[in-house]
C-alpha cells in the first residue's frame, strides 16, 4: 500500500469523526417538528437545544403538530398539538399562542418558542437534562377590561405596479378596503376592492393598441353562531368586471351550515355541510351568447368541506354544486382534493386537484373574442369544464437527526 493511498484512508475516516461531530449524545427526547405554517425552525433549534431534532416521525419521542387560525382582530392563534411515541404513548398536550397582527416577526418567532418549551417541558421529566433547564415566570400584564372599539378591526391597501420594456408598458392598481367585528355569537365583514390593469404595445409589425380592464366589488357576510355545531348566515355584494362582461352584479345567498365537529377543534379537523339560496340580478356590457343585456336568477347550493390533519398526514376535500331555478341547464360542480400522506419512513405521497363542469356562464359576451383577446386574457372563454392535477413523492434518508443551524452561503 503506498503512502498516497494511506493519506487518502485516513483523510476519508477523518471526514466520517468530524461529519458526527455536533451530534448530541446526551439522552433526551427525540422531536419531529410538523409544522402546516411557516415557522422558523432555524431559530427554534438554536434556542431550543436540549432536545434532538428528527427527519422522521417514526424516530421521534414527541410529534409536534403546529397549525393556526385567524383571530378576531386580524392576530393568529398557534395551536400546538404534542403527541409521545414510544414510553411517552398516551401523552398528550396543547399549548395555544397568540400574535396581534402589529407584532414583528421576531416577536412571533418568540412565542412560538415559548409555546414549544411549555409542551415539551413534561417529557423531559424522566431525563436527566431535566435538571439543567431554569423555570421563568414572567408577570402577566393585565389586559383591558373594556375594548374601546368594540372588537371591530379596520384594514386598508393600497398597492400599485409600473413595468416595461422597449416596445411594451404595463401598470397595475389595487386597493381595499375592509371592516369585520367577530366574538363568539356574532361574525361580520364587509369589503371593497377595486383593480387596474393597462398595458400599451408599440410593434413594428402591428398597430399600437393598448389593454384595459378592470374590477370592482363589494362582498360582506354576516353570520350567527346558533351552537358548537350549526351556524346561521347570509353574503350579499355587488360586482364589476371587463373579463367577465359584468357591468353590474347583485346577489344575496342565505345560508345554514353544520359541523359534525365542534368548531373549537376547527384547527386540526372539521367536517361541515352548507345548504345555500341564491339571489342574483346581472347586467351586460355586451349582449350576451344568450340575447340577453339583463338576468334575474334564482337557485340553490351545497358546499361540503372535509379536512383533518394528523399525524400521518393530512386531507383537504371540498365539492359545491349548484343551480339556477330558471333553468337547470344552468349548473356548476367543483370538486377540489388535496391529500399529503406520510407513507412509511421517509417517504411522503402528494396529490392535489380540481375538477369543475362549467354550465352557468351565461354572462358570455354574443361577440366572441378576438386573438387579442385570448393571448391577453381581456375576455373568458367559453368551456364546459376545467380541470388540474399534481402529484408527487418526497423521499428523504441518512442521518435522522437535524440539530445543527449553519446558515453560511
Known sequence: MNIMKVKFIFFFILVILLSGYGVTDKKTINVFLDSYVEIDIDYIKTQIPFVNYVNDK?????HVLINSRETSSGGIEYHMKFIGYKKHEGLEYNVFCYSNPTDADASVRDKIVEGLKKGLFPYLLEY???????????????????DP?????????????????????????????????????????AAFSY?????????????????????????????????????????????????SNIKFEGFAVPAIEYNIFPYSESAFRELSFKYRLLFKHSEYFEETIYDKTMDNFTGQGIEIYYFIKQAWGDIYVFLTAKHYF?????????????????LFRGLSLSID?????????????????????????????????????????????????SNVVNTRF
Open 353 to 401: 386537484g380540481n375538477f369543475t363542469m362549467v354550465h352557468d356562464q351565461y354572462f358570455l359576451s354574443k361577440e366572441g373574442v378576438t386573438e387579442e383577446d385570448v393571448l391577453l386574457q381581456r375576455k373568458q372563454l367559453q368551456t364546459q369544464y376545467n380541470y388540474s392535477l399534481g402529484i408527487g413523492f418526497n423521499y428523504t434518508f441518512g442521518s435522522i437527526y
Open 128 to 146: 436527566e437534562i431535566v435538571s439543567d433547564l431554569n423555570i421563568q415566570y414572567h408577570e402577566k400584564l393585565q389586559r383591558p377590561q373594556k
Open 195 to 243: 383593480s387596474r390593469s393597462e398595458n400599451h404595445y408599440e410593434l413594428e409589425q402591428l398597430s399600437d393598441f393598448t389593454t384595459i380592464s378592470w374590477f370592482r366589488d363589494f362582498n360582506s357576510y354576516y353570520v350567527y353562531s346558533l351552537s358548537d355545531h350549526w351556524s346561521l348566515g347570509c353574503n350579499w355584494g355587488m360586482f364589476t368586471s371587463t373579463y
Open 149 to 189: 372599539w368594540n372588537f371591530w378591526v379596520f384594514n386598508i391597501s393600497l398597492n400599485g405596479s409600473i413595468s416595461g420594456e422597449e416596445s411594451a408598458e404595463y401598470s397595475n392598481f389595487w386597493t381595499a378596503l375592509s371592516a369585520s367585528r367577530t366574538t363568539e355569537r356574532n361574525k361580520f365583514r
Open 58 to 62: 417514526g424516530d421521534a419521542d414527541v
Open 326 to 342: 330558471e333553468d337547470f341547464d344552468f349548473n356548476n360542480v367543483s370538486l377540489s382534493p388535496t391529500i399529503n400522506i406520510k
